[in-house]
């Protein structure tokens, strides 16, 4: 079969079915000049080689994107992270955004929320509602989401080591609106192992960490199909400073072992693989990052189904949400960081994310503000809707210097992988200190570059200027500590605290065990056990975790 036979055959099959199933854009994909713009645009003559690389979008092995139509079909979701103070104050930032055109929620939790501490614990204090929203209880979860419709909304969770019981929150909270969990849509982060690499909000050992989150792979392909059930993250790999390679490399050999240990627990790899989703990053090198993301497509593609074996097409797809660099946003000149998102986000539109956020120009200083995250949000608006570069699929495929990139990370990422795999594995890797090191090593490389002078930051080590910074600040009240301490003294007094303590014995006895922690999650926390009182029994049985020296 001739490319021309290939093209008419996808056009024929796979598009035109994408084409009919989404019909939500009735954009007309053409030039200001009235050029039209196929579907997909091919070389003449190919190398077969290339041919096979390159393949056709929303088919194996996925370089260029995994549906057919991509945002011709249907834009990416725009999905601003955000949350502040209490749930009152956060649940405001989520309505004024949804107003404002944002397409899916992102949640930001504190830290004391991250590691398992309630709002009234002496590990908490001072860091209440700091750098995300508290939550301690369900009464927060349903505040957080008053006047929110959840099966109508996509939400995703930023948490780690406690997602199941913050997960479970947000079931009991759909519950009490009336909505099903089958309809519930969104994702959990769940990514325990960057933590231990780059992040550090884990609690417990990697192996009940690991149980965690094989319970929820089991609850959620059951009871919420439509859930993504994990995050896997390189966005915080390449926060703390690795290369867009090593980023690549990293996320997918934590992916391996999160597929290896749920099949080892007995999981059907193509009942759980369809709710993986990924997280990037992007970065400044616009071209780099096209690539990075066009290469982890085919990489997991071949990793699904040569590694495991994988059988279903939806298993093969690397799906992912991307997030512009925070760690490349200046404190000096603060507007430039709107030019340095929007060359990021426009990267992540051209590898073929499925959702993004965009960070705010303010975010170097404080909490962004609203004005500054509404020009966030413009920002992926007029990508979408003004610069045209949704309206071709795959726009930047064939380019010799696109496709010389992304075979270059390919091989990059997979001679890390095949590393780690000698080592035996991402979490013995871990252990050994092994990618920690790596990213070191990258990070002060990096860094001495830009002390040398030989990586330009405008506005920071050239083209400075004297400034006097004139933004409006988000500022978080100190009150909202005590109020939130005087809530949970209310919510104690008023519950069953009888039926509060035998959910607790139950809940130790099933975590010595092997029963699926899910459901009891869901009944503590629909019982007003609070997320605290729920790790603290947990950290009881599996102890915590405790990083070695490397």
């Given at each position: 079969?001739?490319?021309q036979?290939?093209?008419?055959?996808?056009?024929?099959?796979?598009?035109k079915k994408?084409v009919?199933?989404f019909a939500?854009?009735k954009a007309?994909?053409?030039t200001?000049?009235g050029?039209?713009?196929?579907?997909v645009i091919?070389p003449a003559?190919?190398?077969?080689?290339?041919?096979?690389?390159?393949g056709f979008p929303?088919?194996?092995?996925?370089?260029?994107g995994v549906?057919?139509?991509?945002?011709r079909?249907?834009?990416?979701t725009?999905?601003?992270y955000?949350?502040?103070?209490t749930?009152?104050?956060?649940?405001k930032?989520?309505?004024y955004?949804l107003?404002n055109?944002?397409?899916?929620?992102?949640?930001a939790?504190d830290?004391?929320?991250?590691i398992g501490?309630d709002?009234d614990?002496p590990?908490a204090l001072?860091?209440?509602g700091?750098?995300?929203?508290?939550v301690s209880?369900?009464?927060d979860?349903?505040v957080?989401?008053?006047?929110?419709?959840?099966?109508k909304?996509?939400t995703s969770?930023?948490?780690?080591a406690p997602?199941?019981?913050?997960?479970a929150m947000?079931?009991?909270?759909?519950k009490?609106?009336?909505?099903e969990?089958?309809d519930?849509?969104g994702?959990?982060?769940?990514?325990?192992?960057?933590e231990?690499?780059?992040r550090?909000t884990?609690?417990?050992p990697?192996?009940?960490s690991?149980?965690?989150i094989?319970?929820i792979?089991?609850f959620?392909?059951r009871?919420?199909?439509?859930w993504n059930?994990?995050s896997?993250s390189?966005?915080?790999?390449?926060?703390a400073?690795?290369?867009?390679?090593?980023?690549?490399?990293?996320?997918?050999a934590?992916?391996?072992?999160y597929?290896?240990?749920?099949?080892?627990a007995?999981?059907?790899v193509d009942v759980?693989?369809?709710?993986?989703?990924?997280?990037?990053?992007?970065?400044?090198?616009?071209?780099?990052?096209?690539?990075k993301?066009?290469a982890?497509r085919r990489?997991w593609?071949k990793?699904?189904?040569e590694r495991?074996?994988?059988?279903?097409p939806?298993?093969?797809?690397l799906r992912f949400?991307?997030?512009?660099a925070?760690?490349?946003?200046?404190?000096?000149q603060?507007?430039?960081?709107v030019?340095?998102?929007?060359l990021?986000?426009?990267?992540?539109?051209?590898?073929?994310t499925?959702?993004?956020?965009?960070?705010?120009?303010?975010?170097?200083?404080?909490l962004p503000?609203e004005?500054?995250?509404?020009?966030?949000l413009r920002?992926?608006?007029i990508?979408?809707?003004e610069?045209?570069?949704a309206?071709s699929?795959?726009p930047?495929?064939?380019?010799?210097?696109i496709?010389y990139?992304?075979?270059?990370i390919e091989?990059?990422a997979s001679?890390?992988i095949?590393?780690?795999?000698a080592?035996?594995?991402?979490?013995?890797?871990?252990?050994?200190?092994?990618?920690q090191?790596?990213i070191?090593?990258?990070?002060?490389?990096?860094?001495m570059?830009?002390?040398k002078g030989?990586?330009?930051?405008?506005?920071?080590?050239?083209f400075?200027?004297?400034?006097?910074?004139?933004?409006e600040?988000?500022k978080?009240d100190?009150?909202?500590?005590?109020?939130?301490?005087?809530?949970l003294?209310?919510?104690?007094?008023?519950?069953?605290n009888?039926?509060v303590g035998e959910?607790?014995s139950?809940?130790e006895q099933?975590?010595r065990g092997?029963e699926?922690?899910?459901?009891?999650?869901?009944?503590c926390?629909?019982?007003?056990?609070t997320l605290?009182?729920?790790c603290?029994?947990?950290?009881?049985?599996?102890g915590e975790y405790?990083?070695?020296?490397i």
């Amino acid at each position: 079969m001739n490319l021309q036979e290939q093209y008419s055959r996808w056009k024929e099959n796979t598009y035109k079915k994408s084409v009919e199933r989404f019909a939500e854009r009735k954009a007309k994909f053409v030039t200001s000049s009235g050029i039209e713009l196929p579907p997909v645009i091919h070389p003449a003559d190919p190398d077969p080689d290339y041919m096979e690389k390159l393949g056709f979008p929303g088919e194996y092995p996925y370089t260029r994107g995994v549906q057919p139509t991509m945002y011709r079909g249907r834009l990416w979701t725009m999905r601003q992270y955000a949350g502040f103070s209490t749930a009152a104050e956060s649940n405001k930032r989520y309505r004024y955004l949804l107003a404002n055109g944002q397409t899916g929620l992102s949640v930001a939790f504190d830290l004391p929320t991250q590691i398992g501490y309630d709002a009234d614990d002496p590990m908490a204090l001072g860091e209440v509602g700091k750098v995300g929203v508290s939550v301690s209880s369900l009464d927060d979860m349903a505040v957080l989401f008053d006047q929110i419709p959840l099966d109508k909304v996509s939400t995703s969770m930023t948490i780690n080591a406690p997602a199941g019981i913050l997960l479970a929150m947000y079931i009991a909270v759909a519950k009490r609106q009336g909505v099903e969990m089958k309809d519930l849509r969104g994702t959990i982060q769940n990514d325990i192992l960057k933590e231990y690499i780059a992040r550090g909000t884990y609690i417990f050992p990697p192996a009940p960490s690991m149980r965690l989150i094989t319970d929820i792979f089991s609850f959620c392909a059951r009871e919420i199909p439509a859930w993504n059930t994990i995050s896997i993250s390189g966005y915080h790999i390449r926060e703390a400073g690795s290369t867009a390679a090593q980023e690549v490399a990293f996320t997918l050999a934590n992916a391996i072992a999160y597929v290896q240990v749920a099949i080892d627990a007995g999981l059907d790899v193509d009942v759980f693989a369809p709710q993986l989703s990924f997280f990037f990053n992007a970065h400044n090198n616009l071209l780099e990052e096209v690539a990075k993301f066009r290469a982890a497509r085919r990489m997991w593609a071949k990793i699904m189904r040569e590694r495991f074996k994988a059988q279903k097409p939806a298993s093969w797809q690397l799906r992912f949400h991307t997030q512009t660099a925070g760690s490349t946003l200046t404190a000096q000149q603060p507007e430039n960081n709107v030019v340095r998102v929007t060359l990021q986000a426009l990267a992540a539109v051209l590898g073929g994310t499925q959702s993004l956020h965009t960070n705010s120009m303010d975010e170097a200083l404080w909490l962004p503000t609203e004005k500054s995250v509404r020009v966030a949000l413009r920002t992926q608006q007029i990508i979408a809707y003004e610069s045209g570069v949704a309206d071709s699929i795959d726009p930047l495929a064939g380019a010799y210097l696109i496709e010389y990139l992304t075979d270059e990370i390919e091989r990059l990422a997979s001679e890390y992988i095949q590393k780690i795999d000698a080592l035996g594995g991402a979490l013995t890797a871990i252990e050994q200190g092994y990618i920690q090191r790596e990213i070191q090593d990258a990070a002060y490389a990096a860094q001495m570059a830009i002390e040398k002078g030989e990586q330009i930051v405008v506005g920071m080590n050239q083209f400075q200027i004297q400034e006097e910074i004139a933004l409006e600040r988000q500022k978080i009240d100190p009150a909202i500590e005590a109020s939130a301490r005087a809530r949970l003294a209310e919510l104690r007094v008023a519950r069953d605290n009888v039926r509060v303590g035998e959910l607790r014995s139950r809940l130790e006895q099933a975590a010595r065990g092997s029963e699926n922690l899910m459901p009891l999650f869901i009944e503590c926390v629909e019982n007003k056990v609070t997320l605290g009182e729920i790790c603290h029994t947990l950290r009881g049985v599996w102890g915590e975790y405790q990083a070695q020296g490397i």
